[in-house]
């Protein structure tokens, strides 16, 4: 049976969980103008990341935080190509796809989220 009390409680619950996926991808789009939101991105999906179990908006946390980790780890990686090897070219474009690869991934996963999708994970 449906109780209303608590699909009203979980409606509640899936629309919060969307409106902070929705606050970390901003912060991540805003990264590109600033640096730190994205940091600041990653910080909240950890500590919200129990609060949205069950809903819509773990799947895009796990896209977001993997998105994150993937982006250092290529960053890093450029950065240490392009200081091994001075003026290297191979590390200049490993960052420039770095840089087009997370707006993909910030783009399409909020186009997902405002679509009602899960991300694949």
């Known amino acids: 049976m449906n109780d209303p009390v608590s699909s009203g409680v979980s409606s509640e619950k899936e629309a919060s969980a969307k ?3 929705t606050l970390v991808y901003a912060l991540q789009a805003a990264w590109l103008l600033l640096g730190i939101p994205l940091i600041i991105g990653l910080i909240v999906n950890y500590v919200k990341l129990d609060d949205v179990r069950g809903t819509l908006a773990e799947s895009h946390f796990r896209w977001q935080i993997r ?3 993937f ?3 290529w960053l890093v990686l450029g950065w240490v190509l ?3 090897i001075l003026t290297s070219v191979i590390g200049a474009l490993l960052l420039g796809a ?3 690869w997370i707006i ?3 783009v399409k996963g909020w186009l997902r989220l405002n679509d009602g ?3 694949y994970v």
């Open 71 to 73: 982006w250092l780890l």
């Open 82 to 84: 392009i200081f091994l």
């Open 117 to 119: 999708k899960p991300m």
């Open 19 to 21: 409106n902070v996926a």
């Open 67 to 69: 998105t994150f980790w």
């Open 98 to 100: 770095n840089f087009i």
């Open 104 to 106: 993909y991934r910030i």
